[in-house]
T-cell receptor
């Protein structure tokens, strides 16, 4: 597709369940980011992938959060044993190496933990 | 210390007037990039404008311009001739590093703009 694609767009889950969020970056973009945005707040950095380099996981809030990406393809953010404070929009973005000055965001995955 | 500070949590602007959104940043890197994004109520993040630390001219994109004052570490966004559709949250962000070596964007807390007819 032309833009960053995220799925699901909305997810309601019960506390304690695991969830997987998917991000399909723009084709050819080697850099991929995950951010979290709680209601009415700014964006919190979670994790960054750059090609085959080791990811920058410095923003992951706990060991319940993990993310994977194989090469320059799809990334999956997994939240285990979800808690109510995990309720947020999870935004994915990708960046081209050719034009590193523009970073495109997907429309986000809205997660609600009940 | 905050890397990106947006001191205006919210503001009103009259339609057709210009508005300036403040952003100050903190970095010791010589190479960095500054971004502004718009987030309407639908939640998507829309890229507006970019300024590189070595760019001597202020960036402009249509009705958006970035007032870059490097010595003051300031990167204010100016929206000219405001339209009702400009009502949204606006985020300033910084990427430290250069090209593919620079990684995460650090965001400010945002400024909510409401354009009045």
């Amino acid at each position: 597709g032309a833009g960053v694609s995220q799925s699901p767009s909305n997810k309601v889950t019960e506390k304690g369940k695991d969830v997987e969020l998917r991000c399909d970056p723009i084709s050819g973009h080697t850099a991929l980011y995950w951010y979290r945005q709680r209601l009415g707040q700014g964006l919190e950095f979670l994790i960054y992938f750059q090609g085959n380099s080791a990811p920058d996981k410095s923003g992951l809030p706990s060991d319940r959060f993990s993310a994977e990406r194989t090469g320059e393809s799809v990334s999956t953010l997994t939240i285990q044993r979800t808690q109510q404070e995990d309720s947020a929009v999870y935004l994915c973005a990708s960046r081209s190496d050719i034009d590193g000055n523009t970073i495109y965001f997907g429309e986000g995955s809205w997660l609600t933990v009940v | 210390a905050q890397k990106i500070t947006q001191t205006q949590p919210g503001m009103f602007v009259q339609e057709k007037e210009a508005v300036t959104l403040d952003c100050t940043y903190d970095t010791s890197d010589q190479s960095y990039g500054l971004f502004w994004y718009k987030q309407p109520s639908s939640g998507e993040m829309i890229f507006l404008i970019y300024q590189g630390s070595y760019d001597e001219q202020n960036a402009t994109e249509g009705r958006y311009s970035l007032n870059f004052q490097k010595a003051r570490k300031s990167a204010n966004l100016v929206i000219s001739a405001s339209q009702l559709g400009d009502s949204a949250m606006y985020f300033c962000a910084m990427r430290e590093g250069w090209g593919a070596a620079g990684n995460k964007l650090t965001f400010g807390g945002g400024t909510r703009v409401l354009v009045k007819p």
